[in-house]
């Protein structure tokens, strides 16, 4: 499926006192006009992703959209989506300068008013079954624009260039440059598993081999996220120290021994969205006629996770099997299964291929020139192909089996990773 690098929004901030629809050549209020005289901050979301006709990629749509008001440091107001338009309005009780971010498909509540603005970038959001990051319930944000002017009794303008009596807003260098709202999730795909011999080997070690694939998981995906990026920067960290040790999700139990290949952090939570089971299997196989692999597309979300020793994990199980030289009655090679199998790649670390232009312009955003692990608002489109039995534990343990990795990393957007294991 082909995604959009970001998501782009464009802003209205409207401070008015007096002005029609007529006159501005906008829906003051989302037409529910400005009777009462009061002035307002009305944020317009002009992105694909929410059109008049709602995007059909569930990874753009925005569902809900705050406008959080800042004045003297503290959140004054908090606009929110009005029905069937693409924007979000709040009522102020003056113009002047206020700090101004956007927050996607997530509900604040009212008790975050008044809070100070460093407290608010730090509201964690923790996944679990009824806070879910799914399709077409991605949390986004936007960088926090400072000092940003508005000027009383006009239509100020922020992320386009107005017409008529409207103004660009002012205080901010950027104030006509789109509006970016970047994703809290990174995507994790399972695009392609394949099986082969091994190669370089004067005969094949496991002659017309076969993976039979029960299930797909994830290990050791983090828990939470701040909701907005650090210090409200655009594309922001949203791990940072204070929630480096804010507790794992996973789709398979297991500890890690050891002597395994990698380490999982003890005590990790149970979470179904990050398991999926394949009822009777998925057989993949190559003979020297035919080739049958895994091609369905099969995405997790994960929060960012740059722990340098506890990566998150894709893991594959199933039972490999292949011939052996022995011969059944009537001539045919005999098969050897290994049953329980499993196929792990830490995600952004072995084999990621990070060259994609845009995914390198998004990492510039935070000087990162070295990256390794989870990050927010990339794709991971992981291939797997099994050249041998895999490990006994999903830890990569219990064999010495040789992982070779590639994974491309793209701007929500892709990171491809190739493992053959």
Not at 18 to 26: F, L, R, V, W
Not at 54 to 79: C, H, M, R, Y
Not at 252 to 277: C, I, M, P, Q, R
Not at 402 to 415: I, K, N, R, S, T
């Amino acid at each position: 499926m082909k995604l959009r690098n970001l998501m782009y929004a464009t802003m209205i901030a409207c401070a008015f006192a007096s002005c029609s629809k007529d006159e501005d050549g906008i829906d003051n209020g989302g037409g529910q006009g400005n009777v009462d005289g009061s002035t307002k901050l009305i944020a317009e979301v002009n992105s694909p992703a929410v059109t008049k006709a709602l995007s059909t990629d569930p990874n753009e749509q925005i569902n809900t959209l705050s406008l959080l008001v800042f004045k003297d440091g503290k959140l004054e107001a908090i606009g929110a989506k009005v029905a069937d338009k693409n924007i979000s309005e709040v009522t102020l009780t003056d113009a002047g300068q206020r700090d101004v971010i956007l927050l996607a498909n997530y509900n604040v509540p009212e008790s975050w008013k008044n809070q100070a603005l460093d407290d608010v970038l730090k509201n964690v959001k923790a996944l679990e079954a009824t806070t879910a990051e799914g399709d077409g319930a991605l949390t986004m944000n936007s960088k926090l624009y400072t000092n940003v002017n508005i000027a009383v009794n006009k239509v100020n303008c922020l992320g386009w260039t107005p017409g008529g009596d409207s103004v660009v807003v002012t205080g901010i260098s950027d104030a006509t440059s789109k509006v970016k709202l970047y994703r809290n999730v990174a995507k994790v795909v399972l695009t392609e598993v394949a099986v082969d011999k091994k190669t370089g080997l004067a005969n094949e070690v496991y002659p017309n081999p076969s993976l039979n694939i029960k299930e797909i998981f994830i290990m050791q995906g983090k828990q939470k996220t701040y909701l907005f990026g650090a210090e409200g920067a655009e594309y922001g960290a949203t791990m940072t120290n204070e929630l480096a040790d804010a507790g794992y999700l996973t789709g398979n139990t297991s500890a890690s021994l050891d002597g395994d290949k990698y380490t999982v952090a003890a005590g990790a939570e149970s979470y179904d969205a990050y398991l999926k089971s394949i009822t009777d299997g998925f057989l993949v196989s190559k003979t020297s006629t035919s080739e049958v692999k895994y091609t369905t597309a099969t995405p997790f979300y994960v929060y960012e996770n740059t722990d340098a020793t506890n990566y998150t994990l894709l893991v594959v199980k199933g039972d490999f099997s292949y011939d052996t030289k022995d011969l059944n009655e009537d001539g045919m090679p005999k098969r050897h299964t290994d049953s329980d199998r499993f196929y792990p790649v830490a995600i952004g670390v072995d084999g990621a291929v990070w060259s994609a232009t845009q995914t390198q312009e998004l990492l510039g955003l935070r000087e990162i020139t070295t990256p390794k692990g989870v990050y927010r608002n990339l794709q991971y489109n992981v291939k797997i192909k099994a050249v041998g039995p895999g490990y006994q534990r999903p830890t990569g343990g219990g064999d010495a089996t040789v992982l070779d990795a590639m994974v491309e990393v793209v701007a929500y957007g892709q990171v491809s990773q190739e493992v053959e294991i």
